[in-house]
């Protein structure tokens, strides 16, 4: 079953997205069977109404788990692709089949593979499944803008500090934040580098529409590192 956009938004508002996300070489990460579900399992527990996560396998399991909505993606590097992020129409329609409830895509500038531009792929998207809830993830103030008027139903800063051009700061890109919701009319997402409970709770004070927490929160690895370098 498939969440209506009108139900998403309402169990994302003024939350935490909590991001359950393992690739392949992380320590998390299990060939034979998704483990994501649990790290779902505790998010819910702790109040979590909305989850992100990659691959269609961690979108079936997390679902079932949870009955949560899900923000599905699933990340693939394809040769001439600078994104990678459900970069093709490909993962758009996995995700699709998966019943994700809203898909998340790589919307900045960068090359495509396929030689269409960004606004050709969201239209291409909107043209094969018109009542998909699409969430741009985008890395600068002008991506965002461009993907709204494409017709995205919400905005999220994963990739701020991610591409070359984007500003580089060590946490969340508050900045970029404020000026979407200053220009668009969707909901924009915070998401990146929100690495503790305060920051999380100032990006929601500064207008977030909602905050996408991962590797403050799913990834022990990342986690138990911050603490090794803080000691170094």
Known sequence: MRFSKE???????HSIIVSCQALPGEPLYVEEKSIMYL???????????????????????IKEETKLPVIGLIKKQYEGY????????????ELVEAEADVIALDCTMRRRGDGTTINEYIAKIKELYPDLVLMADISTYEEGVNAWKCGVDLVSTTMSGYTPYSLKVEG??????????????????AEGRVHTPELAKAMLETGAYAVVVGGAITRPFEIATRFMSAIK
Do not use: H, W
């Open 39 to 61: 790290m779902a399992r505790a998010a819910k527990q702790a109040g979590a109404t909305c989850i992100r996560t990659n691959s269609v396998r961690d979108v079936i399991a």
């Open 7 to 13: 139900e998403v938004l309402k169990a994302m508002k």
């Open 172 to 189: 969340p890109d508050f900045e970029l934040v404020k000026k979407l919701i200053e220009a668009v009319d969707i909901p924009v997402i």
């Open 82 to 93: 600078e994104s990678y992020i459900t970069p093709t129409l490909k993962e758009v329609t």
